[in-house]
């Protein structure tokens, strides 16, 4: 059915359950179909050259724009609550409170360092950000096919569009909910629009009243593609969903999570750095 699946990376709990899901997938047609996904760490690269690749927050915190103080606080900042962030023993509901200070700490520093609109272009130029491998495959595809294309990301939606606009991919099937900055009249940053979007809270509470909700709502086969457990909840706004294939990015702390994923995903591609898997499973669906 779809050979990618065989792939070393791949592993998956309930395999006759996944090729139900596929087959239905390609029963309901292009028409019914929306993909969802996350942007950091699953559009884009987790590791490059030997290191991390940057993710929208990384790129900003470690541009030229930013002080060496500011720097160094959004540094300490993601030293401290990175780790929570990740950590498999602890809850949800522990975690969510946490990563609202996160987040808020971090928007404050950066509406403090001068930063401006006319330098995201040249920031993300010099970024060394990469997609994953097969990306242009999937983006074009789903613009052939005019299958929507939901980018849900708790990154910084700014520079994760600039992303994808220097990669050449930025199709008119692509909407994006995401944390956006705000302006001001000489293009300097002030604060970020709400609502604040984080790891855990990706999901109805933060797109009601978005224009893409009310979209995405007829599209009732989905492809959900996410690197953390938070993103398993992105498609809980779509109403009726007839099926749902969740693939799961395990990037770090593979060992330790990989009983977990493999309860919560379909389809877990451990240090996968690629779109193989769901650009395989697009071309037998579409
Ligand atoms: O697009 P996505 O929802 O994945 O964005 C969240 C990602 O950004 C997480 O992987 C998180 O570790 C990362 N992050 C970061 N710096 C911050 C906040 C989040 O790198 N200050
Ligand atoms: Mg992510």
């Known amino acids: ?82 780790p929570i962030e990740t950590d498999p023993n602890r809850t949800l509901e522990e975690k969510r409170p946490l990563m609202v200070e996160w987040w808020s700490r971090v928007h404050e520093l950066l509406t403090q360092q001068n930063i401006r609109k006319g330098d995201i272009a040249q920031i993300v130029r010099e970024s060394g950000v990469m997609l994953r491998d097969g990306f242009k495959e999937l983006f074009d595809q789903l613009h052939k096919y005019s299958v929507p294309l939901f980018i849900f990301s708790a990154g910084i939606g700014d ?10 991919v930025f199709h008119s099937n692509i909407s994006v909910v995401s944390n956006y900055m705000d302006f001001d009249e000489s293009g300097v940053l002030t604060r970020f629009k709400g609502p604040l979007i984080h790891t855990y809270n990706k999901n109805n509470s933060v797109l009601q009243g978005t224009e893409c909700f009310q979209q995405l709502s007829t599209r009732t086969s989905i492809i959900l593609l ?23 990015f395990l990037n770090d702390k593979v060992e330790e999570q990989r009983g977990k994923y493999l309860d919560a995903y379909d389809i877990v591609l451990e240090r996968d750095e690629t779109l193989d898997v769901a650009n395989g499973i697009l071309r037998y669906i579409l």
Request: aromatic share 4%; net charge negative; with cysteine.
């Open 159 to 168: 520079i994760l569009e600039e992303i994808i606009r220097q990669a050449n």
């Open 1 to 82: 059915m779809v050979p990618e699946l065989e792939n070393a990376t791949v592993r998956i709990q309930r395999p006759e359950r996944v090729a139900g899901i596929i087959r239905s997938l390609r029963e309901q047609g292009a028409s019914k179909l929306q993909v969802i996904s996350d942007f950091d760490m699953t559009l884009s690269r987790f590791g490059c050259s030997g290191g991390r690749c940057p993710t929208s927050h990384n790129i900003l915190n470690d541009s030229r724009v930013i002080s060496e103080d500011g720097r160094k606080k959004l540094k300490d900042l993601l030293d401290y609550y990175y």
């Open 226 to 248: 996410g690197d953390s457990m938070g993103d398993l909840t992105m498609a809980d706004g779509v109403p009726s969903v007839e099926s749902i294939l969740k693939i799961g």
